[in-house]
Structures are given as structure tokens and as C-alpha cells.
């Protein structure tokens, strides 16, 4: 399985549990397979992915899932699939996204999980 991260766009990536249930235009699809797929099309490819955060969580990630539907926090995100360092690494954009969902599974205030909706998705080289 991939190793990702998520950057929200300030230089710090947040390392991720799991990246799951990515679902594009009502398709559900593997990531991984989704990621050597070279996918274009003429229109937008909109959807959703879970992501599971790791036990390093970003406050501005915990801030940005906290603001779940808020209309304001719509920003294109990255998923870097590898080490954010390297420039070979994979990355997924997701334009106009938001946290749509999140979910807390123990006691602390941070969510553990969320999901991203998007308005395009794009691989980049």
C-alpha cells in the first residue's frame, strides 16, 4: 500500500493512516490504481476520498476538517503519494475541495478520519 500525505497548500504535509473509497463521478476506484491510470478527460472528474490520519496530526489540517461545509475553506489540496520530498512522488490534485464529513473515533477533539469532496481531480507530473 502507498504511503501518503496531505498539503493543504502551507508546505506541511500531514502523513496519512490510509487513503480509501476514492469515488469519482459516482465510480468507486482504487487510488493506487487510479494513480498509474494517467487519467484526462474534457470534463471535470468530481467526487470524494476518505482520508484516516496518522498519530502526527498538523493543526492546520485539525483546523481545515473542523470548518466541515464551511464554503470558504474550498482550496485545491494535494495527496502526495510517497515521500513529500521526493520529487518522483505521485500527486494527486484535488481543485476546490472541502472536508465534507469527519469523524472522531476516541475521545480527543481532533477527527480521525474525513472525507474530501472535489470539484476535478488531476494527476500531476
Do not use: C
Not at 483546523?63 to 515521500?83: C, F, M, R, S, Y
Request: glycine letters at 4%; zero cysteines; charged letters at 25%.
Amino acid at each position: 500500500m502507498t504511503a501518503f500525505h496531505l498539503d493543504l497548500g502551507n508546505s506541511t504535509a500531514e502523513a496519512l493512516d490510509s487513503v480509501t473509497k476514492l469515488t469519482i463521478t459516482g465510480t468507486e476506484l482504487d487510488i493506487d490504481t487510479f494513480l498509474t491510470s494517467n487519467a484526462k478527460a474534457p470534463v471535470p472528474l468530481w467526487g470524494d476520498i476518505v482520508l484516516t490520519r496518522g498519530d502526527a496530526r498538523h493543526p492546520a489540517t485539525t483546523k481545515w476538517v473542523d470548518e466541515v461545509e464551511n464554503t470558504n475553506t474550498h482550496q485545491d489540496v494535494v495527496l502526495i503519494a510517497g515521500d513529500p520530498a521526493a520529487p518522483t512522488s505521485r500527486r494527486v490534485r484535488l481543485t476546490d475541495a472541502w472536508a465534507s464529513a469527519s469523524y472522531h473515533l476516541d475521545e480527543d477533539d481532533d477527527p480521525d478520519a474525513f472525507v474530501i469532496s472535489f470539484a476535478d481531480i488531476t494527476i500531476e507530473k
